[in-house]
T-cell receptor
């Protein structure tokens, strides 16, 4: 148990659907992250929030919209996705967003876009 | 730019020792991490190196040479449960998030 939970664990959606991924961390951390993991590709950082403020946005398409209402919760809102967006979406948290802070990952949401 | 290279796949025998290499090219350096990821599961933290040398933690050790842009993860007394992907990740400056390599898929066979 890593202290980071994600729901749902699996999601199938059509290209016209709107859905949201949820992440919750129970570790008292101040930073939270969204990553995308596609087959045979490195983990790709999408967004970073530190103390509920977005500090990193790696040129992610606008069809992905993050929300961080408080330091324990992170959402990724999805709309009009493409089949190439099918991947494992991982949430992580760390004490801070700098230097040696270890990131703790959630189990991920496996997304399939049809 | 940033580039992290590690072998795609490796196979080793139960009870043996395996070394997984990682080379990196980044504009700066502020730490290197190794993560283990079993199929269908989240990555879990294994080790952190910021100074040159070897860090040992049980059956796992991690080595860093900053001048060579090189690290390795050493796994001793391999067990079947060590079959997983091993991810090398680098932070190139104090305030940037991690950059991950593609991972090395290790298969441990009897």
């Amino acid at each position: 148990e890593t202290g980071v939970t994600q729901t749902p664990r699996h999601l199938v959606m059509g290209m016209t659907n709107k859905k949201s991924l949820k992440c919750e961390q129970h570790l008292g951390h101040n930073a939270m992250y969204w990553y995308k993991q596609s087959a045979k590709k490195p983990l790709e950082l999408m967004f970073v929030y530190s103390l509920e403020e977005r500090v990193e946005n790696n040129s992610v398409p606008s069809r992905f919209s993050p929300e961080c209402p408080n330091s324990s919760h992170l959402f990724l809102h999805l709309h009009t996705l493409q089949p190439e967006d099918s991947a494992l979406y991982l949430c992580a948290s760390s004490q801070g967003s700098t230097k040696s802070e270890t990131q703790y990952f959630g189990p991920g949401t496996r997304l399939l876009v049809l | 730019g940033q580039n992290i290279d590690q072998p795609t796949e490796m196979t080793a025998t139960e009870g043996a020792i395996v070394q997984i290499n990682c080379t990196y090219q980044t504009s700066g350096f502020n730490g290197l991490f190794w993560y283990q990821q079993h199929a269908g599961e989240a990555p879990t933290f294994l080790s952190y190196n910021v100074l040159d040398g070897l860090e040992e933690k049980g059956r796992f050790s991690s080595f860093l040479s900053r001048s060579k842009g090189y690290s390795y993860l050493l796994l001793k007394e391999l067990q079947m449960k060590d079959s997983a992907s091993y991810l090398c990740a680098v932070r190139d400056s104090g305030n940037t998030p991690l950059v991950f390599g593609k991972g090395t898929r290790l298969s441990v066979i009897a």
